[in-house]
């Protein structure tokens, strides 16, 4: 059973398009997130969702918008989409203990044309 | 100065080589400290986590905190192609409430020649 998944796996699209990526778990945990890693692998925190709240909300553009319809989906919109905005994407999971070992997804690749 | 640094290598040794990874930091209000290893089209999966100043041991891999110092290490012994990877070293530090907010490093990039 796949803990945390994600579709799609790729995606490839040209600039300006609007794009969504979708994000599951069934672990049964609280809190959810996404993380950019770029060509250079460096993993760099978006949002965190805490039971559906918004917790962490780094600086990302207006364009990225996450949401949670329940504790265990956290999608990604992504409007205007540019050429900088080409990575990897990784949803990921965990509960809330200080520890926070988070298990993450298999990724999403996104090509901006 | 970044928060954490970590040298993206990349490291390539002969199997059954001793393998030291490390990282620095700068925030003291990092509490824990995990190792990620990510394998080529992956996610991380975590490896090691450790709380407070010491080593802590699982199987080939040790992990190694110097909060004075703010060093973290992870050595493998007897290195093995399949642990040919990406690793890359965590911190959390509060980030409000009863939330801990991720670091990561850039990851050091490791192959094991057989």
């Known amino acids: 059973d796949t803990a945390v998944s994600q579709t799609p796996k790729y995606l490839v699209t040209q600039m300006g398009n609007d794009k969504s990526i979708k994000c599951e778990q069934n672990?049964?945990?609280?809190?959810m997130y996404w993380y950019k890693q770029d060509s250079k692998k460096f993993l760099k925190i978006m949002f965190s969702?805490?039971?559906?709240?918004?917790?962490i909300n780094e600086t990302v553009p207006n364009r990225f918008s996450p949401k949670s319809p329940d504790k265990a989906h956290l999608n990604l919109h992504i409007n205007s989409l540019e050429l900088g905005d080409s990575a990897v994407y990784f949803c990921?999971?965990?509960?809330?203990?200080?520890?926070?070992?988070?298990?993450f997804g298999p990724g999403t690749r996104l090509l901006v044309l | 100065q970044k928060e954490v640094e970590q040298d993206p290598g990349p490291l390539s040794v002969p199997e059954g080589a001793i393998v030291s990874l490390n990282c620095t930091y700068s925030?003291?209000?990092?509490?824990?400290f995990m190792w990620y290893r990510q394998y080529s089209r992956k996610g991380p999966e975590l490896l090691m986590y450790?709380?407070?100043?010491g080593n802590k041991e699982d199987g080939r891999f040790t992990a190694q905190v110097d909060k004075s110092s703010k060093y973290i290490s992870l050595f493998i012994r007897d290195s093995q192609p399949s642990d040919s990877a990406t690793y890359l070293c965590?911190?959390?530090?509060?980030?409000?409430?009863?939330?801990?907010?991720?670091?990561f490093g850039k990851g050091t990039l490791l192959t094991v020649n057989p």
């Open positions: 990921a999971s965990s509960q809330v203990t200080p520890q926070e070992t988070q298990y």
């Open positions: 672990l049964g945990h609280d809190t």
């Open positions: 969702y805490n039971n559906k709240e918004l917790i």
């Open positions: 925030n003291s209000a990092f509490q824990y």
């Open positions: 450790t709380y407070s100043s």
């Open positions: 965590a911190m959390s530090a509060p980030s409000g409430g009863s939330n801990y907010k991720l670091t």
